[in-house]
């Protein structure tokens, strides 16, 4: 049983920065995607970030590239997101998710094609 455990939210001010992490276990995660999606109130689950466990390419969505980075520590089996230049659009609750066979290039950004699923983490930017 896949076990994904998000910490790391809360309230932060505009320009500022958290780190989430998300501590996998239930498996073997070598040949795992992982990834985080967020979902701001009303509003549909959206693409984060994403990368294979084994591998090395990670892939952002166009709205947080260049101040989100998505990693990973083996020895602790956690995948991590470090979210950086916080602004009140970044408001949302923050999911970390895992499939052992998605596509990352074809379906990253499709929120049913990911099998497993965190509990999610609440992430508050003020302005």
């Known amino acids: 049983q896949v076990q994904l455990v998000e910490s790391g939210g809360g309230l932060v001010q505009a320009g500022g920065s958290l780190r989430l992490s998300c501590a996998a276990s239930?498996?073997?995660?070598?040949?795992?995607?992982m990834g985080w999606f967020r979902q701001a109130p009303g509003k549909e689950r959206e693409f984060v970030a994403a990368?294979?466990?084994?591998?090395?390419?990670?892939y952002y969505a166009a709205s947080v590239k260049g101040r989100f980075t998505i990693s990973r520590d083996n020895a602790k089996n956690t995948v991590y997101l470090q979210m950086n230049s916080l602004n009140p659009e970044d408001t949302a609750v923050y999911y970390c998710?895992?499939?052992?066979?998605?596509?990352?290039?074809?379906?990253?950004?499709?929120?049913?094609?990911?099998?497993?699923w965190g509990q999610g983490t609440q992430v508050t930017v003020s302005s």
């Open positions: 239930g498996r073997t995660f070598s040949t795992y995607a």
């Open positions: 998710v895992a499939d052992s066979s998605l596509s990352l290039s074809r379906d990253r950004t499709i929120a049913s094609m990911w099998n497993y």
């Open positions: 990368m294979r466990w084994s591998g090395s390419s990670t």
